[in-house]
């Protein structure tokens, strides 16, 4: 990942969000989405979305 700025980030995670929702097919909470990733719920092509996801929140809170 090579985004930098807070405007890019933002705009990175609302896409994979939106990704994410879209391929769980509803709107979860960020609670929701962690017990699918922790329990093993998701699809290979959905813990990529997720795990960065994850990754940009963490750069987001810096």
Same mark, same amino acid.
């Given at each position: 990942?090579?985004?930098?700025?807070?405007?890019?980030?933002?705009?990175?995670?609302?896409?994979? *969000?939106?990704?994410? %929702?879209?391929?769980?097919?509803?709107?979860?909470?960020?609670? =929701?989405?962690?017990?699918?990733? =922790?329990?093993?719920?998701?699809? %290979?092509? %959905?813990?990529?979305?997720?795990?960065?996801?994850?990754?940009?929140? *963490?750069?987001?809170?810096?």
């Amino acid at each position: 990942m090579r985004i930098t700025n807070t405007e890019a980030l933002r705009a990175r995670h609302d896409e994979l *969000l939106y990704a994410l %929702e879209a391929a769980v097919g509803e709107n979860l909470s960020s609670e =929701d989405l962690r017990m699918l990733a =922790d329990s093993g719920r998701f699809s %290979e092509a %959905e813990r990529a979305l997720y795990d960065e996801l994850r990754r940009v929140e *963490l750069l987001l809170e810096r």
